[in-house]
């Protein structure tokens, strides 16, 4: 079954910017059924939408987040990426991604999540 | 930044039923499936309920799932301790350009 793993530096500076990949295994990100999601949770609190992208590179992201965030997909190594710009200590969550049924907040399965921490 | 509400707490005793609600507007529950996702303490969220009432495989039928207007509710009969969780209903918000948008989540606790 499709299985989704998080990776990426634990520790970003403020400032600076987020860089996280999701790796795909038992599945394919050009599958033209799916989206791919980033979704994260600062620590003790509830989940928040980042956005999601196609295999064919289309993207929507949350109006809250659009001016920093980019999310894009390497076909060739079955990965899709994060990256945050000017990160603050509110950016300091466990970000998910996850399989994305497209435009519906429908997502299954979810990676295990990596702790990303703001802080100089 | 929620924008749909949940009650931050629920709770039962084994065997008994709780319900959980989520409330929204009409640019999300009021016009788009509902799903319900269940995490566990430390572990990632896993998706319990789909297009407002279907259960993937695997989820038991003890979980159930209602919509109806700009509101949904998670039901869970049979109560058992495993359930001890934190749950969020999710939906797609029509309004600016598409977003997706989860509730404030509960904290189910089995007594």
């Known amino acids: 079954q499709v299985q989704l793993q998080e990776s990426g530096p634990g520790l970003v500076k403020p400032s600076e910017t987020l860089s996280l990949t999701c790796t795909v295994s038992?599945?394919?990100?050009?599958?033209?059924?799916?989206?791919w999601s980033w979704i994260r949770q600062p620590p003790g609190k509830g989940l928040e939408w980042i956005g999601y992208i196609y295999y064919s590179g289309s993207t929507n992201y949350n109006p809250s987040l659009k001016s920093r965030v980019t999310i894009s997909v390497d076909t060739s190594k079955n990965q899709f990426s994060l990256k945050l710009i000017s990160v603050t200590a509110a950016d300091t969550a466990l970000y998910y991604c996850a399989r994305d049924f497209g435009a519906s907040s429908w997502f299954d399965p979810w990676g295990q999540g990596t702790l990303v921490t703001v802080s100089s | 930044q929620s924008v749909l509400t949940q009650p931050p707490s629920a709770s039962g005793t084994p065997g008994q039923r709780v319900t959980i609600s989520c409330s929204g507007s009409s640019s999300n529950i009021g016009s788009n499936y509902v799903y319900w996702y269940q995490q566990l303490p430390g572990t990632a969220p896993k998706l319990l309920i789909y297009?407002?009432?279907q259960r993937p495989s695997g989820v038991p039928d003890r979980f159930s799932g209602s919509k109806s207007g700009t509101s949904a509710s998670l039901a869970i009969s049979g109560l058992r301790s495993e359930d001890e969780a934190d749950y969020y209903c999710a939906a797609w918000d029509d309004s600016l350009s598409g977003r997706g948008v989860f509730g404030t989540g509960t904290k189910v606790t089995v007594l």
């Open positions: 038992g599945g394919s990100v050009s599958s033209g059924s799916y989206y």
């Open positions: 297009r407002n009432s």
